[in-house]
């Protein structure tokens, strides 16, 4: 197929995220290789995006591959029904090492929106086994957990992408988004909204659901480390349990390993995704305590009721397990530093642009925030141009680089978007 054949057939065959039908530009891209993708006309990007969260070591990774071919020549993959198999169970001991106490029940989903339906899932079954009927939740605004019925009810009602669907939804209970930023202390008025709705409804409150620190898809937000402290406090003091979706900030992304450590706590349930394979291909896990795994098993049917097709799939465990030894064996910490010292230097002279609204900076995520929505048709291959790969959204001009980027290309990279948000704002 010719690079033209493909785009034509591309066009008139197979839709992209969020898109109509064969509408605005696309890039056939031939392969990927460390923090370059290569397009079909062979020119080479640098990539600002990490496959939206997930190529944390970049691509076509050596010990990744292997993994892969190793796994590949026992089973890719089997029912998870009445069998098991090691690459499970030994994801399932690295993620319960990893995360914080007293996380150590694991369910293996297959995307991060599934993983949140069974997150969701989890909380109501286990207010069912204490004799209660708890149907609804409590979140913030400007979140996003996902794609799927469940995971949109609890994603921004207004300027989230599923306005669309509200009749259908279950209607949730959402304060407002936490205004205190990052690194300061949330004051009582921030969050007196959240405690309110949480002393009038905490008996219909099955959870609680944030994306701790890190707003992403919602706004690319960073809030106070205490706002969640105090979240955890509530949840505590009128009994509610708390889902923290990481499945976005999971695996170092804003300079801890989960976002949870900013605020020393933990939840009752977690949920991970996008990272957890290195970008290989799709595994989310939904880990619990022992506590809510025991209520459910103690309560007829003594089921939770969820069970993928593909749960556990050996290839994708057997890379998860290959893709958290890299990170755990690698500088990590150090390198996270490095890179939000270079993304804060370098996205700064964006600040001196009329048309920005602010630069932030948190781990390995930079945000040049916009004063007005760009126009992506412009602005997408404005980048292609400059030879970096960035997919800005809505007024959100926004970088999370594999962690094993070099200075240089960080460097060019912040200077393409320096260039192209200086040339079409
Ligand atoms: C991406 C994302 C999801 C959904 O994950 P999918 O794998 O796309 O279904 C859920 N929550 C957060 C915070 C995310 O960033």
Redesign the pocket.
């Known amino acids: 197929m010719t690079p033209e054949q493909l785009l034509q057939q591309d066009k008139n065959l197979v839709w992209h995220p969020y898109a109509a039908m064969g509408a605005g530009p696309v890039f056939p891209v031939v392969s990927a290789k460390g923090v370059r993708l290569t397009l079909a006309d062979g020119r080479e990007l640098i990539d600002g995006m990490a496959s ?2 997930c190529a944390i070591h970049g691509y076509n990774h050596p010990r990744l591959n292997q993994a892969v071919e190793d796994q590949l020549a026992d089973m890719a993959h089997v029912m998870f029904g009445g069998l098991t198999h090691e690459p499970a169970v030994r994801l399932a001991r690295q993620l319960v090492e990893l995360t914080p106490a007293p996380l150590e029940k694991v369910f293996f989903a297959d ?6 339906e069974v997150a969701m899932k989890m909380a109501i079954q286990y207010w069912q086994s204490q004799g209660q009927s708890r149907q609804h939740f409590l979140t913030v605004r400007n979140g ?5 019925f469940g ?1 949109m009810s609890v994603c921004d009602p207004v300027t989230g992408m599923h306005s669309l669907f509200q009749d259908s939804l279950t209607q949730q209970f959402f304060a407002p988004a936490p205004a205190t930023a990052f690194g300061q202390a949330c004051t009582d008025e921030d969050i007196a909204q959240f405690r309110q709705l949480m002393e009038n409804h905490h008996e219909d409150i099955a959870a609680v659901i944030l ?1 701790p620190i890190v707003q ?2 919602g706004g690319m937000r960073f809030y106070s480390a205490d706002y969640l402290h105090r979240v955890r406090a509530l949840c505590n003091e009128h009994d509610v349990l708390l889902i923290l ?1 990481e ?3 999971g695996f170092g992304r804003t300079g801890k390993l989960f976002a949870c450590e900013h605020a020393a706590i933990s939840p009752d349930i977690l ?1 991970l ?2 990272a957890l394979t290195g970008g290989y291909m ?1 595994l ?1 896990a939904t880990l619990t305590t022992e506590k809510v795994s025991a209520a459910i098993a103690n309560h007829p049917p003594g089921v939770f009721m969820h069970g993928p097709t593909f749960m556990a799939n050996p290839l994708a465990c057997s890379l998860a397990s290959a893709s958290i030894s890299l990170l755990l064996e690698s500088p990590w910490q150090q390198n996270l530093t490095r890179l939000q010292e270079k993304l804060e230097t370098g996205l700064a002279p964006c600040r001196e642009h009329p048309g920005v609204r602010e630069v932030r900076v948190l781990g390995a995520i930079g945000v040049v925030e916009l004063k007005q929505a760009a126009d992506m048709n412009r602005l997408q291959p404005a980048f292609v141009e400059q030879g970096v790969w960035v997919r800005p959204f809505g007024k959100l001009v926004y970088l999370m680089p594999p962690f094993i980027m070099n200075d240089d290309d960080l460097e060019a990279l912040c200077a393409a978007v320096v260039q192209v948000v200086h040339q079409h704002t």
């Open positions: 939206w969260w995307s991060g929106s599934v993983a949140v996003y957990h996902g794609d799927t995971a994306e992403g898809a979706d499945i976005a900030t949920c995704g996008k799709t989310a």
